[in-house]
């Protein structure tokens, strides 16, 4: 699969298989990330590589905030109650991976840090597509960021970034529809 190919192929996959992904497949898509560029090249990201029952806690985190927010049982629609149940369980994956920059207090620097991870997390998506695995990007957990901190021990020098579940796909969403170039592209100079 091609760059351009993989760029298409991502989906964000909320139904994953039964079934682990080894750990070298993991470390080469961590290796993969790792190529992107970064501020500075300080290399600013970090990866928490979930697996086992801490990650049953980490998806809990986001499952009490899903259902804080919504209607109480009983009075929620076909589509809140799956929702609810894909945050409880990011959709049964056998792997979450957090990724995590150095804190920092000064706005340029934290755009900065922020930025360079998510170059490095944008490449780990397409990475995993291209392996077959399936991902989703998210920063919905972060609602519940206080307790997603206490589980996974994170001191305050360290900023949560996102998240996303990594395992092989048990669905084949289509693409939402993307806007077309005329209304997010100003051409200069042309
Ligand atoms: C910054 C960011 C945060 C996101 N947070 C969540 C999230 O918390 N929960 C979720 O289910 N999807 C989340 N998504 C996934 C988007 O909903 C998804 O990318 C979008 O609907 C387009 O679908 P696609 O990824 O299949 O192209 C997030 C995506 C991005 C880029």
Same mark, same amino acid.
Not at 47 to 66: L, N, Q, S
């Given at each position: 699969?091609?760059?351009?190919?993989?760029?298409?192929?991502?989906?964000?996959?909320?139904?994953?298989?039964?079934?682990?992904?080894?750990?070298?497949?993991?470390?080469?898509?961590?290796?993969?990330?790792?190529? %992107?560029?970064?501020?500075?090249?300080?290399?600013?990201?970090?990866?928490?590589?979930?697996? &086992?029952?801490?990650?049953? !806690?980490? %998806?809990?985190?986001?499952?009490?905030?899903? /259902?804080?927010?919504?209607?109480?049982?009983?009075?929620?629609?076909?589509?809140? /109650?799956?929702?609810?149940?894909?945050?409880?369980?990011?959709? &049964?994956?056998?792997?979450?991976?957090?990724?995590?920059?150095?804190?920092?207090?000064?706005? &340029?620097?934290?755009?900065?840090?922020? !930025?360079?991870?998510?170059?490095?997390?944008?490449?780990?998506? +397409?990475?995993?597509?291209? !392996?077959?695995?399936?991902?989703?990007?998210?920063?919905? *957990?972060?609602?519940? =960021?206080? =307790?997603?901190?206490?589980?996974?021990?994170?001191? %305050?020098?360290? !900023?949560?970034?996102?998240?996303?579940? +990594? &395992?092989?796909?048990?669905?084949?969403?289509?693409?939402?529809?993307?806007? *077309? +170039?005329?209304?997010?592209?100003?051409?200069?100079?042309?």
């Amino acid at each position: 699969m091609d760059l351009y190919q993989a760029c298409q192929a991502r989906r964000s996959i909320r139904k994953f298989k039964d079934k682990m992904v080894p750990r070298k497949l993991i470390t080469k898509i961590l290796e993969i990330a790792t190529t %992107a560029p970064s501020g500075k090249n300080w290399q600013q990201w970090e990866f928490m590589v979930i697996t &086992g029952p801490k990650k049953d !806690e980490v %998806a809990r985190c986001y499952g009490r905030y899903v /259902e804080f927010i919504m209607p109480p049982a009983g009075q929620r629609t076909p589509e809140q /109650e799956e929702f609810l149940k894909w945050a409880y369980t990011y959709g &049964g994956a056998p792997v979450i991976i957090a990724a995590l920059c150095p804190a920092h207090g000064q706005p &340029g620097i934290r755009k900065m840090n922020l !930025e360079s991870v998510a170059a490095a997390f944008t490449q780990l998506l +397409l990475a995993a597509t291209s !392996e077959g695995l399936g991902t989703c990007w998210m920063t919905g *957990p972060l609602n519940n =960021e206080g =307790e997603l901190r206490k589980v996974l021990d994170i001191p %305050a020098t360290k !900023e949560l970034v996102c998240l996303t579940p +990594l &395992g092989y796909p048990d669905e084949n969403p289509p693409a939402p529809a993307r806007k *077309p +170039l005329e209304e997010f592209v100003t051409w200069i100079g042309f």
